[in-house]
């Protein structure tokens, strides 16, 4: 890393590159939330055509 400026902060690059880091890790973990929601709601759609499917069947 490089060394600090007159101020003594660290330079501009670090801090871009943390906010980069903390905007991709928000992406990815709303991505992986849509993903499980989506997954769940094919999960239950699948439980709820079977369940009409049986009953055809047996009724």
Same mark, same amino acid.
């Given at each position: 890393?490089?060394?600090?400026?007159?101020?003594?902060?660290?330079?501009?690059?670090?801090?871009?590159?943390?906010?980069?880091?903390? @905007?991709?890790?928000?992406?990815?973990?709303?991505?992986?939330?849509?993903? @499980?929601?989506?997954?769940?709601?094919?999960?239950?759609?699948?439980?709820?055509?079977?369940?009409?499917?049986?009953?055809?069947?047996?009724?």
């Amino acid at each position: 890393m490089a060394p600090p400026n007159d101020a003594g902060h660290p330079p501009a690059r670090s801090n871009n590159l943390s906010k980069a880091a903390a @905007v991709l890790g928000a992406a990815g973990l709303l991505l992986y939330i849509m993903g @499980v929601k989506r997954r769940h709601r094919l999960d239950n759609e699948r439980e709820t055509a079977e369940a009409r499917r049986s009953e055809r069947r047996d009724g």
